[in-house]
């Protein structure tokens, strides 16, 4: 199964991950997406993760956990989360994993263009995948910090599918971010749809059984560019939603769930389910419900809506920041 962002990144991905790792207990999580741009956040155990690069899906501990050869590392970024999260002895990262130097972060930030036009996250994947396209950039297998880590990480999945076990691949961003499908200049540096996350791994088109798109019950994006149902943030702070950016801290600009950037979603994504997530921040009472009928008439005709709207089965509600405030319907019926 894929797992991808259906809007500009931000829709709670880490979230829903690590709730359906601890549920389904996948043999392999492997990262695609861009790299370190990325900020998941995962609640579990009482504890805080804000995870840019180690798969969140980490919380089921039978999982082996891989970074595919299309996503770009930082090998500080992965020393702190191995400290924080405790993953290294199943951790693996592909040989040919791009890696990320201070250059290209320089680069980066100093750029008048990605920093001030476009609004980058200043953590040199833009020109970490530039240097890749010109045949320059440092790879995984010759970087001392990371020899103890490198797998082949498409040998491994396609073993595991062959053997009939569950993999998961863990997407970052969201589908108005890629490069070729999104607001274009006003995105990554890379395509974000669920071909290129399998891709980023090492899986054919015809390996992938289930793409899940996971959708905000309204619409986040931070960083500058086109955003057709935004709303002001005195209005967003009316109905209560003000966020920042994990890992720039930036305010996010809030609208309404864009009906029309969603199907689009669907459509390139080839989705087979969807995810609702942040239905607690439209519906106050939602807050940790785990059942469809704990939801109000409602937050139920809403989520009913999307699914109505999009042709796509909701399969998961999300309905607080907790990794058990779910409402699976794979196991309900709406
Ligand atoms: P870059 O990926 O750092 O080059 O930034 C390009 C654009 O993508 C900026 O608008 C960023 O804010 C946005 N972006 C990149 N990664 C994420 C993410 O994980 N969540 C939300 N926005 C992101
Ligand atoms: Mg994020």
């Known amino acids: 199964m894929i797992i991808a962002g259906g809007q500009w990144g931000d829709e709670g991905k880490g979230k829903v991950v690590a709730y359906l790792a601890l549920t389904d207990k996948p043999k392999i999580i492997a990262r695609a997406g861009v790299g370190p741009n990325a900020g998941h956040t995962v609640y579990y155990g009482g504890k805080t993760f804000g995870l840019r690069q180690i798969p969140c899906g980490f919380v089921y501990e039978g999982a082996r956990l891989l970074i595919g050869p299309g996503v770009l590392v930082n090998p500080e970024v992965i020393k702190k989360e191995l400290e924080l999260t405790g993953a290294g002895p199943r951790f693996g990262v592909d040989r040919k994993c791009t890696v990320i130097e201070n250059s290209h972060i320089e680069q980066d930030k100093s750029s008048d263009f990605l920093k001030g036009k476009i609004g980058t996250t200043g953590t040199g994947c833009g020109p970490a995948n530039a240097a890749r396209i010109n045949r320059t950039a440092k790879i995984a297998e010759n970087a001392p910090e990371l020899r103890e880590f490198l797998a082949d990480v498409p040998q491994e999945i396609n073993q595991a599918i062959e053997d009939g076990e569950a993999v998961f691949v ?27 996350l399998a891709a980023d791994v090492g899986v054919g088109p015809t390996k992938v059984d289930d793409v899940m798109l996971i959708f905000k019950a309204y619409t986040s994006r931070v960083g500058l560019g086109p955003f057709p149902t935004e709303v002001s943030q005195e209005k967003a702070e009316e109905l209560g939603i003000v966020e920042y950016g994990t890992v720039t801290g930036r305010r996010r600009r809030i609208g309404t769930f864009d009906f029309d950037l969603a199907k689009r979603s669907v459509m390139i994504n080839s989705a087979t389910q969807l995810a609702i997530t942040n239905i607690d921040r439209m519906f106050k009472e939602a807050a940790k419900a785990r059942r469809w009928d704990q939801l109000s008439k409602d937050a139920q005709d809403y989520v009913a809506s999307i699914e109505a709207e999009l042709g796509v089965p909701v399969t998961i509600v999300s309905t607080g920041s907790g990794t058990e405030d779910i409402i699976d319907m794979r196991s309900e019926k709406m």
Not at 170 to 193: A, I, R, W
């Open 170 to 196: 863990e997407g970052s961003q969201g589908f108005g971010l890629s490069l070729f499908h999104g607001t274009y200049p006003y995105v990554t540096s890379k395509d974000t749809s669920a071909s290129t």
